[in-house]
Structure formats: C-alpha cells, structure tokens
C-alpha cells in the first residue's frame, strides 16, 4: 500500500487525458454532416414577391448566440450547395492531424466511469489506512506504524486542520445565549 498516492494520482492523470481527448475523424465528419443538414433548412432565404415592392431574396438566418447581430453566412451556403460545403469541411477535417489519444464518444464514457471507480476504490482503501492510523495512534502506537500508513496518516491530518481554518472563517460565529 505504499504506492496508494501515487496510483491516485496516477488515475487522475489517467482521466483528465481521457476528459481531453479529441474526438476521431469520422466522428467529426458525422457532426459536420448532422451540421450542414441542421443549416440546409436554416439557411432558406424568404422570397418577396408583390406587385407593389421589387423582388428581393433575403437570407436572414442570423448567427445563434452572437454578441452582435450577425448573418449565418454557413446556413445561406448549406442552402445553395450543401454538397460543396460538405465536401470542403470533409477536406478540412481530413487536413486536421490525426490526434493517436483520440477517442469515440462511447469509448470515452466507458474509460471515464471505469476510472472513477478505480479513483473510488483506492480513496476507499486510503481512508481506511487513515483510520486504522488513527486508531493505532489513539492507543498510542504511532512508532510501531508502517512508514506509508504514517505519510498517509500526516497528509490526511493536515489536510484535515486546513479544512477545520477554512471553515472557521467560512461560519459566521453568533453570540451564545
């Protein structure tokens, strides 16, 4: 059990790489074809037709979540010619490097959740190092611990006192009676 925090810290590392890994290619190329599809209808342009104003096109699809107002030029381009537009975000996509950490959305979750129950289980058999420490301290058997359970020990209290300043200056202290 000597190795207990750096397997932790290990398991973390392990998943803050996973959190960060890119999606493959044909899973982008898939959102960008759920994309142009979304824009197609998007983008169709309103047609003015009257006998009174001159003919007028106007695309008016507007840029989603924009500080300013701004027309989505992509949605009028999907509309023309949602092939070519496909075909050039393929090309662009197929430009992007090949990521060798990239991972599919399932593949993702599944090493995602099977760290986290690693992470549990190994912070569970930390905690119990801790109060086993705690125990052999309070019967006055610090000497005799493992070396690793007193490191564990010494960083659980600490971090244990730091957390006791913390929430002394978090309450608000009221007045008895």
């Not at 803050?16 to 209808?41: F, G, H, M, N």
């Not at 169709?44 to 104003?53: F, G, K, Q, S, W």
């Not at 507007?62 to 381009?77: E, H, L, N, R, S």
């Not at 979750?109 to 705690?134: P, T, V, Y």
Request: some cysteine; glycine content about 6%; hydrophobic content about 40%.
């Amino acid at each position: 059990m000597a190795r207990l925090p750096t397997r932790i810290a290990a398991i973390r590392q392990e998943r803050v790489r996973v959190q960060q890994a890119p999606p493959p290619k044909a899973d982008i190329k898939s959102k960008a074809r759920s994309y142009c599809e979304a824009l197609i209808e998007k983008g169709r342009p309103t047609i003015v037709a009257t006998h009174e104003a001159p003919f007028a096109v106007n695309f008016g699809a507007m840029v989603a979540g924009a500080w300013t107002g701004q027309q989505d030029i992509a949605a009028a381009m999907c509309w023309l010619d949602p092939a070519a537009f496909a075909k050039r975000l393929n090309s662009e996509i197929d430009a992007m490097p090949q990521n060798e950490f990239s991972l599919s959305h399932r593949e993702r979750m599944q090493r995602l959740r099977l760290a986290e129950q690693d992470l549990f289980n190994l912070e569970c058999s930390e905690e119990l190092l801790i109060a086993q420490g705690e125990e052999d301290v309070g019967r006055g058997r610090r000497d005799g611990l493992p070396r690793e359970r007193k490191l564990v020990l010494r960083r659980h209290q600490s971090k244990r006192s730091e957390m006791a300043r913390l929430a002394s200056t978090l309450i608000p202290k009221f007045p008895a009676g």
